[in-house]
């Protein structure tokens, strides 16, 4: 069975800082996908960035980077410049590639980002 | 692009009764999702299907049914609402091909009183 775990229930970043929000995951499969999605206080669910399992370089999208270390089974997202508007709940999933292809969610990270 | 449309975005049920939350999607994507999210919580898989046809149970399906009909609509039916299903439910919809993100409805915020 697929595991995703985030400790961190909040985390606080100063304005223009960059910040980490860890991600581990635990699977038996050797092939699956990993995202981060953000939910601002709106409520909607906003796709950041995807990493696969065999991708060979960290997945990188404008000032988002996922730091995947393979052999920690981590996925951790990295976010350069916080912004105002970066504060919201961010959640790491995992979605096995062979099957019905199923996404498991973490419970998620608040971020704060201080002025 | 109307992407993943869901309906309603509010709603109030007694104890008890029944309803149906809407999805509908244009995108032509054969991966359907329904999700519930509890305050302070994750999204828990609740169902979910790989085409018109086909469905299959997540992890929390208890108390709800599905059907999918076309390739478009994954309603999802709530049979005799209780307090516990009190939650956000997020329908999500992804392509076959490749490794794709899902794309998300807006989400429909349910109350059981």
């Known amino acids: 069975a697929q595991k995703i775990t985030q400790t961190q229930p909040g985390m606080f970043v100063q304005e223009k800082e960059a910040v980490t929000l860890d991600c581990t995951y635990d699977?038996?499969?050797?092939?699956?996908?990993l995202f981060w999605y953000k939910q601002p206080s709106s409520g909607e669910m906003i796709f950041l960035i995807y990493?696969?399992?065999?991708?060979?370089q960290n997945a990188t999208e404008g000032r988002y980077s996922l730091n995947f270390q393979k052999a920690r089974k981590s996925a951790n997202l990295v976010i350069s410049a916080s912004q105002l508007g970066d504060s919201a709940m961010y959640f790491c999933a995992m979605r096995e590639v062979g099957g019905y292809q199923k996404v498991t969610f973490g419970i998620g990270t608040k971020l704060q980002v201080i002025p | 692009n109307a992407g993943v449309t869901q309906t309603p975005k509010f709603r109030i049920l007694k104890i008890g009764q029944s309803m149906t939350l809407q999805c509908a999607q244009d995108?032509?994507?054969?991966?359907m999702y329904w999700y519930r999210q509890d305050p302070g919580m994750g999204l828990k898989l609740i169902y979910y299907s790989v085409g018109a046809g086909i469905t299959d149970k997540g992890e929390v399906p208890n108390g709800y049914n599905v059907s999918r009909s076309t390739t478009e609509d994954f309603p999802l039916r709530l049979e005799l609402a209780a307090p516990s299903q009190t939650s956000v439910y997020f329908c999500?919809?992804?392509?076959?091909?490749?490794?794709?993100?899902?794309?998300f409805g807006q989400g429909t915020r349910l109350t059981v009183v």
């Open positions: 999500a919809s992804r392509t076959l091909r490749g490794n794709t993100e899902a794309f």
């Open positions: 995108m032509n994507h054969n991966y």
């Open positions: 699977t038996s499969d050797p092939s699956y996908g």
């Open positions: 990493q696969g399992s065999y991708d060979q």
